[in-house]
DNA sequence: TTTATAATTAGAATAATTCTAAATTTAGGA
DNA sequence: TCCTAAATTTAGAATTATTCTAATTATAAA
């Protein structure tokens, strides 16, 4: 196994946030100094062959990483932020209704996020007021 | 409405594919030859304001540009190929089981594409054969 | 028509990621 | 332990997709 790659899928699997390579990179540095940029790509490339990590793409921003354990992703449409829901499988679902064999899937669901909900409320009010 | 926009709605929504802003361009030329390419990109950013097309970001290529009508995709995990599918709506599922409200989803389902399953089932009578 | 606003152009700039080639590290025999 | 081959890392250039800027042109409204 590669010289950072345990700690790298370690960082992912007990990170609360979606981390991008960049926040990878620097969250590395602090424990490995040397390390470079496109050291932190290539480990996460090869995590991510293995199976071992997930790639998440969301328009207008860099990949970032995420532990493989069964997720869904809601994203504000507002303020664009990203947090895990759990949902049930919908994979027999889509099996029964398409007939296709599901190798995985990847769900992701816009909603406006708590905050964003009051601070439009607050906008609205202090326009109506 | 912008010089362009009617015609790369039209595109969008008459296309079997799913075109890149690259293939947009070279489409247009053929009707507008004077267009450049970042009105392309400008445009579809407005249509996509607007609410008038989707953007549909896979992993390693270039966005790509869809009509708005709800369906899914599928994309073949072996060539990358991405397809149309029309599953049921998930919206009140998903609703029920998170107590969010769902403004809309975004579902890819990876599996393995017709062509790929003969050509792996070629290479394995191959190999054994 | 005049004027203001919006869209377009050309091309530079940016940002994320990949590539290249050389150096270093690692792992597995001899 | 030493040697060798394969894998990984490094530095930095290159690439690609997309956005930005500023000047120009088109459009629509008064």
């Given at each position: 196994?590669?010289?950072?790659s345990?700690?790298i899928?370690?960082?992912?699997?007990?990170?609360?946030?979606?981390?991008?390579?960049?926040?990878?990179?620097?969250?590395?540095?602090?424990?490995?100094?040397?390390?470079?940029?496109?050291?932190?790509?290539?480990n996460?490339?090869?995590?991510?062959?293995?199976?071992?990590?997930?790639?998440?793409?969301?328009?207008?921003?860099?990949?970032?990483?995420?532990?493989?354990?069964?997720?869904?992703?809601?994203?504000?449409?507002?303020?664009?932020?990203?947090?895990?829901?759990?949902?049930?499988?919908?994979?027999?679902?889509?099996?029964?209704?398409?007939?296709?064999?599901?190798?995985?899937?990847?769900?992701?669901?816009?909603?406006?996020?708590?905050?964003?909900?009051?601070?439009?409320?607050?906008?609205?009010?202090?326009?109506?007021?």
């Amino acid at each position: 196994m590669s010289r950072y790659s345990k700690k790298i899928l370690n960082l992912i699997n007990t990170s609360c946030e979606h981390l991008t390579a960049e926040q990878i990179y620097l969250e590395m540095k602090k424990e490995e100094p040397g390390i470079v940029l496109a050291s932190v790509y290539n480990n996460l490339n090869r995590l991510h062959e293995e199976g071992l990590i997930r790639k998440v793409v969301i328009e207008g921003s860099p990949e970032r990483y995420d532990k493989m354990l069964k997720h869904d992703h809601l994203v504000c449409s507002r303020c664009g932020k990203l947090t895990d829901i759990h949902l049930s499988d919908f994979t027999s679902q889509i099996e029964e209704q398409s007939g296709i064999k599901v190798l995985s899937y990847d769900l992701k669901i816009n909603y406006l996020c708590p905050e964003c909900i009051r601070q439009m409320e607050n906008i609205r009010r202090n326009e109506n007021g």
